[in-house]
């Protein structure tokens, strides 16, 4: 599932791709992508008008407009963004193609169609739509990870995976940042320590960072990621077996020699 590190990626592929070009043709191919808009409005509220830079909220890419509306794009399970030629043959899974100045045309591919594309005719809009959304999990500072943290019950991982507490981590993230920290996914939030808060909001900004320059949760060797997929899988730590469970209906894998609590 595309996370907070894959949605910058997303967002470097559109800047390359889309933004200052005027935007010619939208071409919609299955309107089952579109939330609270048609292919026609779509096309009305775009066409004619100039992609600017593109921000991001956790997993939401918001595809702003010079002086006009935002697309706002969530790519759900399966959701990319690649950038093409007009000319070049569309895949079974472009949902919606953007054809740009310049020879460029921007692709929102999605297999399941989980998610999809919403547009937001002004600021406020968005705001709307981003209302639900705890703090960005690149951008939260250490006190205002602290407190949104110290609001919430229940075990670290689905308080961490909880988009109205942080905005951004998915399943991967949130098992390599609790692995990073020592701490087991289960484990009460209201038991933390000050010193595993502070190692906890450590983590998540080293994990970030290096997710963020490789566009993805990587699946490095040194990385609990790289190790999950493994048939008997071993810490990269202390060299353990790892453990597989389930938490907050999510498929987890944690170390019990590495990771205490819960």
Same mark, same amino acid.
């Given at each position: 599932m595309p996370e907070l590190p894959d949605v910058e990626g997303f967002r470097r592929v559109f800047r390359s791709c889309a933004q200052g070009r005027l935007i010619e043709r939208i071409e919609v191919r299955d309107t089952g992508v579109l939330h609270g808009t048609s292919a026609r409005r779509l096309r009305d509220a775009l066409e004619g008008r100039r992609f600017a830079a593109p921000g991001r909220h956790g997993k939401w890419l918001l595809a702003r407009t010079a002086g006009g509306p935002t697309l706002m794009l969530h790519f759900g399970m399966t959701g990319r963004l690649l950038c093409g030629r007009p000319e070049d043959p569309a895949e079974a899974h472009d949902r919606v193609l953007f054809t740009l100045a310049g020879g460029r045309q921007l692709r929102f591919r999605d297999q399941r169609?989980?998610?999809?594309?919403?547009? &937001? +005719?002004? +600021? @406020?809009?968005?705001a709307r739509m981003l209302d639900c959304q705890g703090p960005d999990a690149l951008a939260v500072g250490r006190e205002e990870f602290r407190a949104a943290l110290a609001s919430r019950?229940?075990?670290?991982?689905?308080?961490?995976?909880?988009? @109205?507490?942080?905005?951004?981590?998915?399943n991967l993230l949130a098992d390599e940042i609790l692995w990073r920290a020592g701490l087991r996914p289960t484990c009460p939030v209201g038991e933390l320590t000050e010193a595993d808060l502070r190692r906890l909001y450590a983590e998540l900004r080293r994990t970030l960072r290096s997710a963020v320059t490789a566009g993805c949760v990587p699946p490095r060797? @040194?990385?609990?990621?790289? *190790? %999950?997929? &493994?048939?008997?899988?071993?810490?990269? %730590?202390?060299?353990?077996?790892? $453990? *597989? @469970? $389930?938490?907050?209906? %999510?498929?987890?894998?944690?170390c019990p020699r590495c990771q205490r609590g819960g």
């Open positions: 169609k989980l998610q999809g594309l919403w547009l &937001a +005719e002004d +600021e @406020s809009g968005v019950h229940g075990g670290v991982k689905a308080v961490l995976t909880d988009q @109205s507490v942080l905005a951004g981590l998915g060797d @040194s990385w609990l990621t790289g *190790r %999950r997929d &493994a048939p008997d899988p071993a810490c990269p %730590r202390c060299g353990g077996p790892l $453990r *597989r @469970s $389930r938490v907050a209906g %999510r498929g987890t894998v944690w």
